[in-house]
């Protein structure tokens, strides 16, 4: 059984920096694109930043500059640096990662962790 597991959220004054991590554990072959997403109160969840499996990032406009995605392969990790935190940046982070195991090829999301910034 695949799960991921994210873990760094919390509260945090505008300006300030976070950092989330999100570990993938289970009866994994391989992993290919990992990302964050997020979802604010009464919005769609939106595309934060993505990593391929060769660790080329991808940024939504919203972060770009700001965030930084890295990944860890041996440890099946990825990652979210977040400075220069807004108010706009509250929201609840997903973790979402493409998953292979023997019987399957498919994406996984985590359960979530709340970002908070106060203005």
């Known amino acids: 059984q695949v799960q991921l597991v994210e873990s760094g959220g919390g509260l945090v004054q505008a300006g300030g920096s976070l950092r989330l991590s999100c570990a993938a554990s289970?009866?994994?072959?391989?992993?290919?694109?990992m990302g964050w997403f997020r979802q604010a109160p009464g919005k769609e969840r939106e595309l934060v930043a993505t990593?391929?499996?060769?660790?080329?990032?991808n940024y939504a406009d919203s972060v770009k500059g700001r965030f930084i995605i890295s990944r860890d392969g041996a440890k099946n990790t990825v990652y979210l640096e977040m400075n220069s935190l807004k108010p706009g940046d509250t929201a609840v982070y997903y973790c979402?990662?493409?998953?292979?195991?023997?019987?399957?090829?498919?994406?996984?999301w985590g359960q979530g962790t709340q970002v908070t910034v106060s203005s």
């Open positions: 979402n990662a493409f998953i292979r195991t023997r019987s399957s090829a498919r994406p996984y």
């Open positions: 289970g009866s994994i072959s391989s992993i290919g694109n």
């Open positions: 990593i391929t499996g060769d660790y080329r990032p």
